[in-house]
């Protein structure tokens, strides 16, 4: 296991607005560049810190669940529309996730993992979204979660 300043920028596209956000923590890397997985708190978005596991197979599949006051498991998954479990402060639903592109550069000194993918709520058109997460190493003394 190895430790990285993980960055994650995010464009949000919704009704013809977009908004970004950005943020970094420490986080955790195991695996090779076709099958690893990351792990890091997030604090902020909940009213509790959460756990956020992100785990990709074979550079194509990325699974991102969050563990915490509410609970996420979002499949992305290039060319496949999955349907995914998503809990927020106003009730439980399940959301439509379709990747159009998955682009992993991730191995044991970092990179950058980007993914472009629609979110669809009742089949209608909720999103659009650009994310990249960018792993740069972390110096010896500082531990991921």
């Known amino acids: 296991m190895k430790n990285f300043i993980l960055t994650l920028k995010d464009l949000h596209e919704q009704d013809g607005e977009k908004s970004e956000s950005e943020f970094s923590a420490v986080c955790s890397y195991e695996g090779d560049e076709n099958s690893y997985s990351l792990s890091y708190n997030e604090s902020g978005f909940d009213p509790a810190s959460s756990q956020i596991k992100i785990k990709v197979t074979d550079k194509k599949r990325v699974e991102v669940l969050r563990e915490g006051a509410?609970?996420?498991?979002?499949?992305?998954?290039?060319?496949?529309?999955?349907?995914?479990?998503?809990?927020?402060?106003?009730?439980?639903?399940?959301?439509?996730?379709?990747?159009?592109?998955?682009?992993?550069?991730?191995?044991?000194?970092?990179?950058?993992?980007?993914?472009?993918?629609?979110?669809?709520?009742?089949?209608?058109?909720?999103?659009?979204?650009?994310?990249?997460?960018?792993?740069?190493?972390?110096?010896?003394?500082?531990?991921?979660?």
């Not at 609970?71 to 809990?87: A, K, M, P, S, W």
């Not at 980007?114 to 999103?127: I, R």
């Open 70 to 145: 509410f609970n996420t498991q979002l499949i992305i998954e290039e060319g496949v529309r999955h349907t995914c479990f998503y809990e927020t402060p106003y009730g439980e639903f399940t959301i439509g996730v379709y990747a159009e592109s998955v682009r992993s550069q991730i191995g044991e000194n970092g990179g950058t993992l980007e993914l472009s993918y629609s979110l669809d709520f009742n089949s209608g058109l909720a999103s659009k979204n650009k994310m990249t997460i960018t792993l740069k190493e972390a110096a010896d003394n500082v531990t991921a979660c």
